[in-house]
């Protein structure tokens, strides 16, 4: 699998191997639903319905979105069409997101990173990295940690393990009951739930 996902996702078989949560991935696999679990086999795979899959499979005549009509609709394009609609749609997946991580008590310096990381990804995702204005040392090697996979994979479940550590540390600072990798198995399933309501739309 972290042959596969190397190739797929432009990532060192080490760098996935290492840096990955495959704890937090898992267990948001398993809790997660089956439709939910198919369709993120079939995304990761490249298997799911895009213009350009459906018109290999002759379904239809041509590859081009039908929300902006790019010549060819392929899964990074779903998550980024530029149209005016997906964006204000993004928007609001982003905002629901905001919400959720506030409600989980996140980690403010991390909530932050991740919203503004993300929003910043969506809107373009080839432009350079954006200056995050990091100075606190753990959040910088978290943040680093998760650069390193990249923002596309953390869409896809794979979230890196400083991460999640760092959101412990958060919990037991304020004396919180709640568990950083609890967090991060529902944070999962919040990450695949916009690509899948991004590709729905």
């Not at 008590?105 to 929003?119: E, H, V, Y």
């Amino acid at each position: 699998m972290i042959e596969f996902l190397s190739h797929n996702l432009g990532i060192e078989e080490e760098t996935l191997a290492t840096q990955v949560d495959w704890y937090a991935y898992s267990k948001a696999r398993k809790e997660t639903t089956f439709p939910i679990q198919r369709f993120m086999s079939k995304w990761i795979s490249g298997d799911t319905a895009t213009g350009k899959v459906m018109k290999r499979r002759k379904q239809r005549l041509s590859s081009k979105c039908p929300k902006c009509d790019e010549e060819e609709e392929h899964l990074l394009h779903i998550l980024t069409c530029n149209s005016t609609e997906s964006k204000n749609f993004r928007t609001s997946l982003i905002s629901e997101l905001t919400v959720w991580l506030d409600k989980e008590n996140t980690a403010p310096d991390l909530r932050q990173f991740l919203i503004t990381g993300l929003t910043s990804w969506l809107n373009d995702p080839f432009s350079d990295e954006i200056d995050y204005y990091i100075t606190d040392i753990s959040l910088f090697t978290a943040a680093s940690a998760q650069l390193e996979l990249g923002w596309y994979a953390l869409l896809c479940g794979y979230i890196a393990t400083p991460l999640v550590t760092l959101q412990q540390h958060h919990y037991s600072n304020i004396e919180s009951k709640k568990h950083g990798k609890r967090w991060a198995i529902r944070f999962i399933q919040k990450c695949w739930n916009i690509i899948f309501q991004l590709w729905e739309h």
